[in-house]
C-alpha cells in the first residue's frame, strides 16, 4: 500500500494553494463561531451569519484582505473524511480553522481545459491547526473540509459577498459555464458523491477520496 501524507499547512508544499493569514485578532470570530450548529453526521453550509458578519474584525478583514470589496463571512461545519467535489472562485477565500480540520485542495492547472475533468491522484491533504487562519487562491480547488479521526469540524469561511448564493440562471453552453453551481462557484463533483442529483457536474475521475482510510497518514513539515 502506497502510504498518502496528511502535510501540516505551515510547510512549503501548501504555498502554490494559499498561505497563513496574520495580524488580525479573531478571539471573538473564534468565539462565535463555537456557537453555530454542528451536525451529528453530514455538513451544514452557511453563506452569510449576522453574529459574524457584525463582528469588528469583520471590517477589518473586508478592508485589508479583500481591498474594500463587501464581503460575507458563514461557515463549514460537520462531519467528513470524504472528497466528493472540488470548486473555485474567481476570488480568494479565507478559511478560520476553529478546530483542527484538513484541507484537500488541488489545482486548477491541472483540471483538463477540455473535458473539465480533474484527477483525484493530484489532490493534497493539509492539516490546519485550531486558530489558523488560511487564504485559499482562486487558482486552488477545494471543498468541504475533514474532520479529524472522525472528529466533528468547525470552519469559518469569508468570502466576496454573494459567492455560493442561488443563481438566477444557470447557464447553457459547453466547457466551463458547465461547471457554473452558484453565484461565484465552479464545481467539479465525483460520481459517488450523489451531487449530480443537484444539477452538478461530474468531472472527477479515480477514487473519491477517503481520509478515514489507513493509506493516509500525517507527513512532517518541510
Known amino acids: 500500500m502506497n502510504q498518502k501524507k496528511i502535510l501540516p499547512v505551515t510547510g512549503s508544499e501548501f504555498r502554490r494553494f494559499g498561505r497563513i493569514v496574520t495580524g488580525f485578532d479573531l478571539a471573538e470570530l473564534v468565539t462565535q463561531m463555537k456557537t453555530t450548529p454542528l451536525p451529528d453526521s453530514g455538513t451544514v453550509y452557511t453563506a452569510m451569519d449576522p453574529k459574524l458578519e457584525k463582528l469588528p474584525v469583520a471590517k477589518e478583514l473586508e478592508?485589508?484582505?479583500?481591498?474594500?470589496?463587501?464581503?460575507?463571512?458563514?461557515?463549514?461545519n460537520?462531519?467528513?473524511?470524504?472528497?466528493?467535489?472540488?470548486?473555485?472562485?474567481?476570488?480568494?477565500e479565507l478559511n478560520l480553522a476553529v478546530t483542527d480540520l484538513i484541507l484537500l485542495v488541488g489545482s486548477r492547472a491541472d483540471v483538463d481545459p477540455v473535458r473539465n475533468t480533474f484527477d483525484t491522484s493530484a489532490t493534497?491533504?493539509?492539516?490546519?491547526?485550531?486558530?489558523?487562519?488560511?487564504?485559499?487562491?482562486?487558482t486552488t480547488?477545494?471543498?468541504?473540509?475533514c474532520g479529524i479521526g472522525g472528529a466533528g469540524f468547525r470552519?469559518?469561511?469569508?468570502?466576496?459577498?454573494?459567492?455560493?448564493?442561488?443563481?438566477?440562471?444557470?447557464?447553457?453552453?459547453?466547457?466551463?459555464?458547465?461547471?457554473l453551481f452558484?453565484?461565484?462557484?465552479?464545481?467539479?463533483?465525483?460520481?459517488?458523491?450523489?451531487?449530480?442529483?443537484?444539477?452538478?457536474?461530474?468531472?472527477?475521475?479515480?477514487?473519491?477520496?477517503?481520509?478515514?482510510?489507513?493509506?493516509?497518514?500525517?507527513?512532517?513539515?518541510?
Not at 78 to 92: D, K, M, P, T, V
Not at 124 to 138: D, I, K, N, S, W
Not at 163 to 169: A, D, K, M
Request: hydrophobic content about 35%; glycine content about 12%; charged content about 25%.
Open 155 to 179: 470552519d469559518a469561511v469569508i468570502l466576496p459577498r454573494g459567492t455560493n448564493l442561488p443563481l438566477e440562471q444557470k447557464p447553457s453552453g459547453t466547457g466551463e459555464a458547465r461547471l
Open 78 to 92: 460537520g462531519h467528513n473524511e470524504q472528497l466528493n467535489a472540488l470548486e473555485y472562485h474567481r476570488s480568494s
Open 141 to 145: 480547488l477545494h471543498y468541504a473540509p
Open 182 to 222: 452558484a453565484r461565484n462557484k465552479w464545481l467539479i463533483a465525483h460520481p459517488d458523491s450523489g451531487l449530480q442529483k443537484e444539477g452538478a457536474f461530474v468531472g472527477l475521475t479515480g477514487e473519491n477520496i477517503d481520509l478515514s482510510s489507513p493509506e493516509w497518514e500525517e507527513g512532517k513539515e518541510s
Open 63 to 76: 478592508k485589508e484582505e479583500f481591498g474594500g470589496l463587501p464581503i460575507q463571512i458563514g461557515y463549514c
Open 124 to 138: 493534497e491533504a493539509f492539516r490546519v491547526p485550531a486558530g489558523t487562519m488560511v487564504e485559499l487562491y482562486a
